[in-house]
């Protein structure tokens, strides 16, 4: 049997592998994802577990003058790679190096998102959005230990109590729950083939293609002046 990879050219995925699209809900101490099916936020309760599998980062927001939520590409090096934020509706808000748009994109109502790629627990991809304070809960969490990533379980079963004026919000408490298995090394390999192929022909558009993890109304170490905490 041909080893080939010929049949890979027809068989690349055109749009974004990752069945679920997870967002921190700080009132509800909680992530929770759009159902396509069902058109409707569902809540995820703790604890929630995760394989990491990739990196990336992104904008959305919410742009008032267009009264539509804002997106942008998804950049694998921020301080290099260029983003291009839009409107859903309207035109383009910005495009060129993140630390250089960043004034533009937060005046028009877009905030910095970690996007997270991820395998669950039955071997499917999926990917979490993080803004605000949870991207700096996250930042602290993997600071000294990004070397763990690959090869372990990421558990959230608590959340971390925290105060900015007035306002009160919660972050997702993460921590390493035990090394991965044999068996599920290979379920890793294997999502993160099908996430590779898909960002290869991705990454190099530099263009924004939309993703629906909800209500586009709501919708670290290159974001340690993280200083917008908007739930």
Known sequence: MSTSNRRGAFSQPQSNPATKFFDWK???????????EKQENVLVSLPFKFLVLDELHAIKGWNDATSSGIFSNEVKFIS???MTVKPFKGNEIA???YKD??????????HYVKSIYIMLEDGSLANIQLKGAAVQKWGEFTAKTRQRLPDEWVIVESVVDGKKGAVKFYTPDFKFERSISDTEADLADEAFNVLETYLKTYLVKAEPSVILNGD???NFNDMQDEEDLDF
């Open 80 to 82: 290099k790679e260029l």
């Open 26 to 36: 700080s009132n509800d101490k909680c992530f929770s994802y759009y159902d396509k």
């Open 95 to 97: 495009k060129g190096l």
């Open 101 to 110: 748009i960043k004034e533009k994109v937060q005046a028009a109502g877009g």
């Open 216 to 218: 586009a109304s709501q």
